[in-house]
C-alpha cells in the first residue's frame, strides 16, 4: 500500500482526523524520518519501519506539530526491566533492543499476531510505554538514562526481584508524574493485526 491510502486507512481505523494524520506524517518526511521515496507507481510501500515509525508518532501525540519529537522520545525507549526481556526474546534477542525495534518487530507483515495472546501497546503520558498481557504489565519501556539516579539502589538490590521491581515502578511514576499524566493511548494485537492484514494485503503478509 502506497502512503496516501495508508493515512486514509488508519485515519479511519484509529478514528482520528485524516487531515492531521496526514500532516503528522509529512512532518517525519520533513525530519528524514520516513522514506520520502518517488510518487505514483514508482513511489514507496509502507512497510513494517514506515507503520511502526508513523505508529509511535501518532501514539505519542494527537499534535503534528510534536510528531518528530515524540517520535524521538519514544522510539529509543528501553526495557526497564531487563528481567521481562524473556516475554519477548524469541522476537528480539538483544534485551537491550529499542522501542521502535519492538514495534519493528510486530509490525511485520509476516509476523502474525493472531496466532499468539492478544496483548495491549499502551502509550502512558510522556514517559512509558506497556505492554499488557491478561491484565499484566509484561514489558515495560521507558528512558533507561532517566533512572541514573536510582542505579545505586537497584545494584544493592540485584537478586531481590521484589524490591527491584519496587525501585523501578517508583522512577517510572515518578518521571511520568513530571510530565503530568493525562491520558493513556493504546491498540491492540487484534487491532493492529487488521490493519497489517489490509496494509500489506497486496504483498500477501499479515
Excluded at 508518532?57 to 510528531?67: S, V, Y
Excluded at 522510539?75 to 526474546?89: R, S
Excluded at 521507558?142 to 545494584?155: M, Y
Aim: charge should be negative; hydrophobic fraction near 45%.
Amino acid at each position: 500500500m502506497k502512503p496516501g491510502p495508508f493515512v486514509t486507512l488508519l485515519a479511519l481505523l484509529a478514528r482520528v482526523d485524516e487531515k492531521t494524520l496526514s500532516v503528522l506524517a509529512r512532518a517525519l518526511r520533513d525530519a528524514d524520518l520516513l522514506d520520502k521515496g518517488g510518487r505514483g507507481r514508482s513511489g514507496i510501500e509502507v512497510d513494517a519501519a514506515y507503520l511502526a515509525t508513523v505508529l509511535i508518532a501518532r501514539m505519542g501525540t494527537d499534535k503534528p506539530a510534536r510528531a518528530v519529537e515524540a517520535f524521538q522520545r519514544f522510539a529509543g525507549m528501553q526495557l526497564l526491566n531487563t528481567g521481562m526481556h524473556g516475554e519477548v526474546a524469541s522476537l528480539l534477542p538483544d534485551p537491550d533492543h529499542s522501542l521502535l525495534d519492538f514495534m519493528v518487530r510486530i509490525c511485520d507483515p509476516a509476523l502474525d499476531l493472531n496466532v499468539t495472546p492478544e496483548f495491549e501497546v499502551s502509550f502512558v503520558g510522556a514517559a512509558a510505554v506497556d505492554v499488557i498481557r491478561a491484565g499484566k504489565t509484561v514489558l515495560m519501556y521507558g528512558d533507561r538514562a532517566g533512572l541514573e539516579h536510582d542505579a545505586a539502589a537497584l545494584a544493592e538490590a540485584q537478586g531481590d526481584a521484589e524490591r527491584e521491581e519496587k525501585i523501578l515502578f517508583r522512577a517510572y511514576m515518578g518521571k511520568n508524574a513530571l510530565h503530568g499524566i493525562v491520558e493513556s493511548r493504546s491498540f491492540t494485537s487484534t487491532w493492529l493485526q487488521g490493519l497489517k492484514s489490509m496494509v500489506f494485503a497486496a504483498r500477501g503478509g499479515g
